[in-house]
């Protein structure tokens, strides 16, 4: 199956009772049993439920690994796929993070004592100066956040897996439309669900997806144990939105293209954050590595400033300045004292964040409409 076919087909058959083409939502905590232990595979809805698994097996589909498992955030995922490191193990991860993933390694995993070196995952030099012999695992973001770097999957994986370190790719910002992180041999993919597989900004929700069986049986003993898991509602808002992943991404690449091109040529921008810009320094890698260049992009202002940043976002009249991304809504939010706000300045100025960054995630309605806005807001 094609790409587009599996995203409304992979993993689903109709209902076994009624023959319903989208899996019911089993709204329910636990399941009859016809002899102690014996039933028809699910006992308790911690540890499963029927719209999850029909949601379970769509993600492993998308991301061509044989299993996936599902949490109630997209934290809440890594939260459960970290527990498999032990105190003194060490991970090497980008220094241009998503700033809830660095809050939950630096205030929750290095204080169970789990150390991580955060580096320009660009340079490969530097990730290779940054392991030691007790890195256990990579941890990569690509395209990062809010900077729109490009990280070159394989050339990671190459260089972790003689060195048997675990590489799990963060695929929020490209969604598996774009870019399938296990075709260039890393060990798993992690999504904030919440974003563009979900789609629609009305659910929370994670997954990892892998075909690694350590990987896989600690994320079902964590399901079980540490209990993160979705409601069943949230699966099937989930796996709705996946039947139109493709039509989506597509539609808001398109509009981000033609935004990027228009705030190139603005005079009150200094630069223009996006891979599919020939002025990115990764333009070429990402050709290679994604199938288009995404709906994210970032900019900064000539005048450099938190106030001017500020302003700018005030004026916009179909943007909404929020949080989150990967909506069919155009948002605009300021990293600097949204997103990365638990990020001290200093390590976001040495990161490259500056203080008028605008981040931008493109929606789905028209270009012009969302052109004119930016416009108008200068
Ligand atoms: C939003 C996000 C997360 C966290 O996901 P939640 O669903 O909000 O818990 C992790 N990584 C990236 C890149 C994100 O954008």
């Not at 595979?41 to 029909?54: F, S």
């Not at 390694?105 to 789990?114: D, L, Q, R």
């Not at 949230?234 to 539609?251: A, E, F, N, P």
């Not at 040529?265 to 050709?287: C, F, I, M, T």
Request: proline residues 5%; hydrophobic residues 40%; charged residues 25%.
């Amino acid at each position: 199956m094609k790409f587009n076919t599996k995203t409304i087909h992979a993993g689903q058959e109709p209902e076994e009772t009624s023959g319903a083409v989208m899996p019911p939502i089993f709204q329910t905590s636990t399941y009859a049993q016809q002899a102690p232990n014996k039933h028809k595979g699910y006992d308790y809805a911690r540890v499963g439920n029927p719209t999850r698994t029909a949601l379970e097996k769509m993600i492993a589909g998308l991301e061509g690994a044989d299993e996936a498992a599902c949490f109630s955030s997209g934290v809440a995922a890594m939260d459960s796929l970290m527990k498999m490191l032990r105190p003194g193990d060490h991970v090497v991860t980008t220094n241009d993070l998503y700033g809830g993933s660095y809050r939950l390694f630096t205030k929750v995993f290095e204080p169970y004592g789990i150390d991580f070196t955060f580096v320009d995952m660009t340079d490969l030099g530097k990730v290779e100066e940054a392991i030691t012999p007790n890195t256990k695992l990579m941890w990569i973001e690509t395209p990062t956040n809010p900077l729109l770097r490009v990280v070159d999957i394989q050339a990671l994986v190459d260089i972790a897996k003689p060195k048997n370190i675990l590489t799990v790719v963060d695929n929020t910002f490209a969604s598996p439309y774009l870019q399938r992180p296990l075709e260039f041999g890393a060990d798993a993919v992690l999504h904030s669900a919440t974003k563009y597989l979900a789609g629609h900004s009305d659910v929370i929700h994670g997954a990892v997806a892998s075909s690694n069986e350590a990987i896989m049986e600690n994320l079902r003993f964590q399901t079980k144990t540490s209990g993160a898991v979705p409601g069943p509602m949230d699966c099937y808002l989930t796996l709705r939105g996946i039947k139109t992943l493709s039509v989506r991404v597509q539609r808001s690449v398109d509009n981000a293209k033609q935004i990027a091109e228009f705030l190139e040529g603005h005079d009150e921008v200094e630069s223009v954050l996006y891979p599919g810009l020939r002025s990115h320094p990764q333009h070429e890698l990402a050709k290679k590595q994604m199938d288009d260049f995404g709906a994210m992009l970032s900019f900064t202002l000539k005048d450099d400033s938190i106030e001017a940043a500020v302003k700018f976002m005030q004026n916009t009249k179909v943007f909404t300045l929020a949080e989150s991304l990967g909506g069919v809504e155009s948002l605009i939010s300021h990293p600097a004292s949204m997103t990365h706000g638990s990020i001290p300045k200093d390590v976001r100025e040495k990161a490259g964040l500056k203080d008028s960054l605008i981040r931008i995630s493109v929606g789905i309605e028209d270009a012009e409409d969302l052109i004119a806005d930016l416009d108008q807001s200068f």
